[in-house]
């Protein structure tokens, strides 16, 4: 009980209230636009006449965070995280403006690669700003507040943007977070001023034509999935091999065969976002067209899995000394049983409400890996190589779920269609739920750390 009271306490002790305050604003904030533009989008490419170019929006914002995730990653082990945290709010500020105000696409897209830019580099610098001033014993705790920063925008988001848009316009989607990025930026000067930056020894890491290969490989990947034709087979294979070129430079050595320790940590992120990120692209899809959901109400697994998400982080910071490798095993099997789940759900034999019951699960078994993850990655790496083993930790999440989502795309135009997509869905759930279960198998040995 001592314990659970003094955790609760220790994000709003004096010494941790403005960070804490500074560090939810910004994550809250890009929860809910990231939440909201997906809702307005339709409305806002009508509006400028981007038919299109409907998926670039959130491609630009994708391809632009994977570059700033990088660089981020290189400046925060050179210089510490205080110049990047000042930066990512303040590109994420003109991304909100820049888009808020655009005339046509080609504003808006600038404005999104401004969003993803801002994001990319503040969302690493959060996390060394979480290694820096939190303790181990502590930081369970801080992870469990980020988890239930996106609760809220993950419930009432979508309906709030979709209310903005038909009575204020779409714009106010973009400029009403003016102010709360103007806030949380604020806020994040005096933090980083207070911070120190010890060098270590000079690492030689792959620099900006690495990180624009990675980002140009997402893209075309994306582009290819999402515009199914033979050019489409040529430009993605390329897109495809200078990702896994570029990737092999941003990751620690042996994280493609998982090999013990830090390697099996980013591998486990790529593997676990990958996995939940396939399933929560297509569900809404299965419970629409396959059990005759309306667009709201297939929408409430997710938000189910939210909530349980930030559940299951909120009890695992009530308990530092839980096993963080057990936990995380824990929570590729959750996962695993998550998916295949969705693969019953996909098929009309079997009801459509076992989809709470995938996302229930799926979400408690993120909630519980996640910060597991985190302060794994944190205590394999030396403090002069966080930046670089966190950004590549983020690169293996967004490169993962980018090539799920786009398996699905494929798998769709292969063998079913968006009208039936039962088939296509059965078959990517197997692969996400192999995805898990390799999981599981990696994380059974670790090594041991002195």
Known sequence: ??????????????????????????VTLIAFESMGVATAMPTMV????????????????????VVATVLSGRVCDRRGPAVPMVAGPGLFLAGLVVAGTATDMGFLLAGRILQGLGSGTVLVAVSLLIALVYTDRERPVMYAANAAAWVLPAVVGPTVAGLITEHLGWRWVFLGLVPLALAGLLMLIPVARRLTHTAGAEQRRAGVVVAFAAAAGVAALTWAAQHPSPAALGYGAAGLLALAIAVRRLVPPGTVTARPGLPTVVASRALLGGAFAGMEAYLPLAMTTVHGYSPALAGLPLTASALTWSAASAVQGRHPDWSREKLLRAGFGMVAVAVLLFGFVAQPWFPGWLAFVACLAGGAGMGIAYPSISLLLLRFSPEHERGFNTSAMQLGDWVTSALTVGFGGVLLGLLASAAEPAPALGVLALTLAALATVGVVITRRWPTRE
């Open 46 to 65: 009508a509006d400028l006449a981007g038919q299109r170019l409907y998926s670039w929006p959130f491609t630009a914002f994708l391809v632009a965070s």
């Open 1 to 26: 009980m001592i314990v659970e009271a003094r955790a609760r306490g220790v994000l709003w002790t004096a010494e941790h209230r403005t960070t804490t305050v500074a560090s939810l604003l910004v």
